[in-house]
């Protein structure tokens, strides 16, 4: 059984940091690329940044220069650290993982809420 569980979230004023951590378990880790997404109220999820299974990583326009992701495949672990947050970085932000086009697990999300 595949469980994909986001933690770090929380609430942080504008320009602040927060990781976040996305622990996997049930699958062979290396071999997936993994995403971070997330959702505001109101609207559609989007891609924030993805890592490979060979350490290439793509960023959204919006987040590129502040958010970096990592991996730790020793660990299971991809990270996601936010600087600079924004408030309109507030999101439910979700991990996913990827073998193809498509992703085929997801996390249950962490709740990231940037104070103006």
């Known amino acids: 059984q595949v469980q994909l569980v986001e933690s770090g979230g929380g609430l942080v004023q504008a320009g602040g940091s927060l990781r976040l951590s996305c622990a996997a378990s049930?699958?062979?880790?290396?071999?997936?690329?993994m995403g971070w997404h997330r959702q505001a109220p109101g609207k559609e999820r989007e891609s924030v940044a993805v890592?490979?299974?060979?350490?290439?990583?793509y960023y959204a326009t919006s987040v590129e220069g502040r958010f970096t992701i990592s991996r730790d495949n020793a660990k299971n672990t991809v990270y996601l650290q936010m600087n600079s947050l924004k408030s309109e970085d507030t999101a439910v932000y979700y991990c996913?993982?990827?073998?193809?086009?498509?992703?085929?697990?997801w996390g249950q999300g962490t709740q990231v809420t940037v104070s103006s």
């Open positions: 996913a993982a990827k073998l193809g086009m498509s992703y085929d697990y």
């Open positions: 049930g699958l062979t880790f290396g071999s997936y690329a």
């Open positions: 890592i490979s299974s060979g350490g290439y990583t």
